[in-house]
């Protein structure tokens, strides 16, 4: 019992004496400002993890449109291979009723 009390006060001396040294006090108020620090990055975790995934979210979306405008793209080529084809059908067939008719105005 004797030797915690005798304990107890040369801890309360030191106190007393690291107190008033102003490295002590400057080391207490760093680590008071690393405490302060590290709570505001933990805080910031959820916020971090949130806007990854907006992220995310907002580049699977690019890539979704990216798809969509190259399946688009394709059918329009398709489309105007159709077209063009449709075209030179039309046209042969404008070429084949003329010989018809031309054949038909020599039989007359």
Do not use: M
């Not at 915690?4 to 006060?9: A, I, K, P, R, V």
């Not at 105007?80 to 054949?103: C, D, H, I, M, N």
């Amino acid at each position: 019992q004797k030797r915690q009390e005798e304990l107890s006060e040369e801890c309360d001396s030191l106190r007393a004496e690291v107190a008033n040294d102003p490295r002590v006090a400057a080391c207490v108020a760093l680590e008071r400002d690393i405490e302060a620090l590290q709570s505001t990055l933990e805080s910031f975790g959820p916020k971090k993890f949130a806007l990854v995934r907006e992220q995310q979210a907002q580049l699977e979306a690019i890539e979704s449109h990216g798809a969509r405008e190259a399946a688009f793209r394709q059918k329009l080529q398709d489309l105007e291979k159709a077209e063009q084809l449709l075209q030179s059908r039309l046209t042969a067939t404008r070429s084949r009723g003329a010989e018809v008719e031309q054949q038909a105005r020599s039989l007359v």
